[in-house]
């Protein structure tokens, strides 16, 4: 049974949840994700490891509320359990060797890069974070970024908390500023890790970027993560999520996900109305 232990919003739309799986917790690293069902007939959600305690035996993961599959999680409550919980799947980040490392993330791809930061910290690398919200009251995990990271440059595009401006500003008088990193690791929207990897490819920097398309089985079977990684076809759930920025087509994943968005809508409005429906009913 993987009992939901505690569920904490972070923001508006953005939740942690820490959930008992004892035999995930215990093989699990930084960059590696689960998929969940949240009910019998719920839709396979894949959500990257944000944490986990080996010997308490947990797992947590980060949501954001976007669909009609994390609508249908966000009705399940501490004490709850969900249906099934796979993983740890795909390939975990690598960390050893590293001295000194620029972590970026993005929105709530920040959740996916704490994890990646906090492992480093604890290598002995030197991790400077930078992480980028639209406005404050999107911003998650500051206090835990922070205690990760001998630097961190907090930005928000509209100046509302931190420094006003892009990720890749902050990233670029970072580089400019003299500090010479081993890597980059950039973790967001498809948007960011394409500039954050222009930038980074300028100054000659190696760049690991997470790549988190729509996943079905977590296999590869169902083709549904592939992207084209240096004009070979490559698929998110086994080769990676991540791999090398700057060989990324990214113009092709941003469009392969565009596919999606009208049926997406029509599931979150078709969840919507049964949600409603169901509230109707208990009233």
Do not use: W
């Amino acid at each position: 049974m993987f009992e939901i232990l505690s569920k904490e919003a972070l923001n508006p739309t953005v939740v942690r949840i820490a959930v008992s799986a004892p035999r995930i917790a215990r093989k699990a690293e930084p960059g590696q994700f689960v998929i969940l069902r949240a009910k019998e007939q719920s839709e396979r959600i894949p959500l990257t490891v944000a944490d986990y305690d080996r010997e308490a035996g947990t797992v947590t993961v980060i949501y954001q509320i976007v669909g009609a599959g994390t609508m249908e999680l966000n009705t399940l409550n501490a004490g709850d359990c969900l249906h099934d919980l796979v993983g740890p799947l795909g390939t975990p980040t690598r960390t050893e060797g590293l001295k000194k490392v620029c972590i970026v993330g993005g929105g709530v791809g920040c959740a996916i890069a704490y994890p990646v930061a906090k492992k480093l910290h604890g290598l002995g690398c030197t991790v400077h974070s930078v992480v980028g919200f639209r406005s404050r009251d999107l911003v998650i995990l500051e206090d835990e970024f922070r205690g990760v990271s001998e630097e961190l440059r907090l930005m928000t595009d509209d100046g509302s908390y931190g420094e006003k401006g892009l990720v890749t500003n902050a990233l670029e008088a970072l580089i400019q500023a003299g500090n010479q990193y081993d890597q980059v690791i950039a973790i967001g929207p498809l948007i960011m890790m394409k500039f954050v990897c222009k930038l980074t490819e300028k100054y000659g920097i190696k760049t690991v970027v997470s790549m988190n398309p729509i996943m079905i089985d977590g296999t590869g079977m169902c083709g549904g993560c592939r992207l084209t990684v240096g004009g070979e076809t490559k698929f998110a759930c086994v080769d990676g999520p991540d791999f090398d920025g700057h060989l990324v087509d990214f113009d092709e994943a941003m469009a392969r996900g565009a596919m999606y968005r009208d049926f997406e809508q029509h599931a979150r409005e078709e969840a919507c109305r049964l949600f409603q429906k169901e509230a109707e009913s208990n009233a």
